[in-house]
T-cell receptor
Framework: GENVEQHPSTLSVQEGDSAVIKCTYS??????FPWYKQELGKRPQLIID?????GEKKDQRIAVTLNKTAKHFSLHITETQPEDSAVYFC??????????FGRGTSLIVHP | DTAVSQTPKYLVTQMGNDKSIKCEQN?????MYWYKQDSKKFLKIMFS???????INETVPNRFSPKSPDKAHLNLHINSLELGDSAVYFC???????????????FGPGTRLTVL
């Protein structure tokens, strides 16, 4: 089955800095890589996703990159703001019936 | 309109009791899931149904029994509740079959279960 590793588990940055969260996956058949944001007490919600036929995708201050050869993908947040503080989950799916989540990164943005 | 809804939002109960959590989605999705999120925030998949058929059954105690009366509903019944069952349980849905065309999952608001 798929195995997704996510790092770091906690990331603390100053407002305005960039934040990078990295994930690796094991199943080369995985073809869909979403990122979910979970604010405190709320449900996880999709913020950006990428499919395996694309190497990079950007949406305003967030971007995701995918390296299929190395089996890793990353989330980049620029000009961080306090409202970016949340737990971020990467996931990998499409290669098996089990959509697999990383263990989450708690991002803290200090004003 | 609420896309994925769960009831109840909070559930506090004694050890040994039996309880149910209900989930409904109005997105017309084929696949529904149950996740358990522990205190360390790890999202662990428990079950998945596609068009009322069980497709994923992870290593979950058989005290947990999902039921899907139709593709818009996936309920979770838990027998003989234990302290370790305390967690937030999320229902989710997505279009398509995860193994073939995994797509965005839409999560419900969660049910916080506390077992005393």
């Amino acid at each position: 089955g798929e195995n997704v590793e996510q790092h770091p588990s906690t990331l603390s940055v100053q407002e305005g800095d960039s934040a990078v969260i990295k994930c690796t996956y094991s199943d080369s058949a995985s073809n869909y890589f979403p990122w979910y944001k979970q604010e405190l007490g709320k449900r996880p919600q999709l913020i950006i996703d990428i499919r395996s036929n694309v190497g990079e995708k950007k949406d305003q201050r967030i971007a995701v990159t995918l390296n299929k050869t190395a089996k890793h993908f990353s989330l980049h947040i620029t000009e961080t703001q306090p409202e970016d503080s949340a737990v971020y989950f990467c996931a990998a799916g499409g290669g098996s019936y089990i959509p697999t989540f990383g263990r989450g990164t708690s991002l803290i943005v200090h004003p | 309109d609420t896309a994925v809804s769960q009831t109840p939002k909070y559930l506090v109960t004694q050890m040994g009791n039996d309880k149910s959590i209900k989930c409904e989605q109005n997105l017309g999705h084929d696949t529904m899931y149950w996740y358990k999120q522990d205190s360390k925030k790890f999202l662990k998949i428990m079950f998945s149904y596609n068009n009322k058929e069980l497709i994923i059954n992870e290593t979950v105690p058989n005290r947990f029994s999902p039921k899907s009366p139709d593709k818009a509903h996936l309920n979770l019944h838990i027998n003989s509740l234990e302290l370790g069952d305390s967690a937030v349980y999320f229902c989710a849905s997505s279009q398509g079959l995860p193994g073939l065309s995994y797509n965005e999952q839409f999560f419900g608001p969660g049910t916080r279960l506390t077992v005393l």
